[in-house]
């Protein structure tokens, strides 16, 4: 049996972020209202490379039912890799047969930066316009993406341990779908934030990037 399978390209076209905003949206609800099925996550530790695998299922009735496999490397992008593979699953919620695949570690970045969207439109100050970016990978990318659908965003500052991914960043998406020409290098965490009305960070630092109390 062939299945479909479901590009980066493919689900961007089909699920605009403001679309997957609201999508965020209707499924926090129904997380919330107890209709969403969510049973803990499988994790597969792999030591050897500091590594973990998991399998994380999911059903909304009457109608999607599926899982996600995301293995998360760390030490991957040392083998010119992406830290992040994955792959989702849909299943035919009347037979359990297999649907469709769908690039995962697409989808995972495009849903984290679509929650970030729901909640900057539910917490922040409607005419917030000036944003700070923590970090310069996937998921900054998306979460920038997210708050300029939901926010007239007009000046953005972005900050990244490792400057050339910052501006890498800087110019790729420079008026990208709401995003502004005023967006550029911080040189500090500090700089990025303070003058912001939002914050997105999107690192896997361990340890805090800046003081909240400043």
């Known amino acids: 049996m062939a299945l479909p399978f479901f590009t980066a390209e493919q689900i961007r076209q089909a699920l605009p972020m403001r679309r997957a905003v609201e999508a965020m949206r209707e499924a926090f609800i129904a997380f919330s209202e107890g209709r969403a099925q969510i049973p803990q996550r499988i994790?597969?530790?792999i030591p050897e490379r500091e590594?973990?695998?998991l399998i994380m299922p999911g059903y909304i009735p009457p109608r999607e039912l599926g899982l996600k496999v995301v293995s998360v490397f760390p030490h991957n992008p040392?083998?010119?890799l992406p830290t992040i593979?994955?792959?989702v699953l849909m299943l035919d919620p009347e037979t359990g047969a297999p649907m469709a695949l769908l690039d995962g570690a697409f989808l995972t970045a495009w849903r984290t930066g679509a929650a970030s969207g729901l909640a900057t439109d539910l917490l922040a100050r409607p005419d917030a316009e000036s944003l700070a970016l923590i970090g310069a990978?996937?998921?900054a990318r998306t979460q920038l993406?997210?708050?300029c659908a939901v926010r007239p965003i007009r000046r953005v500052r972005v900050y990244s341990r490792t400057p050339e991914r910052a501006r890498k960043l800087i110019e790729e998406m420079r008026g990208q779908e709401g995003v502004p020409e005023d967006i550029a290098l911080a040189p500090t965490?500090?700089?990025a934030v303070a003058e912001a009305d939002v914050v997105c960070t999107?690192?896997?630092s361990s340890t805090p990037v800046f003081d909240g109390r400043s």
């Open 43 to 45: 994790q597969i530790p």
């Open 51 to 53: 590594g973990i695998t």
């Open 78 to 80: 040392e083998r010119g």
């Open 85 to 87: 593979s994955a792959l």
């Open 137 to 139: 990978g996937a998921q």
């Open 145 to 147: 993406l997210a708050v």
């Open 189 to 191: 965490p500090e700089a």
């Open 202 to 204: 999107a690192t896997n």
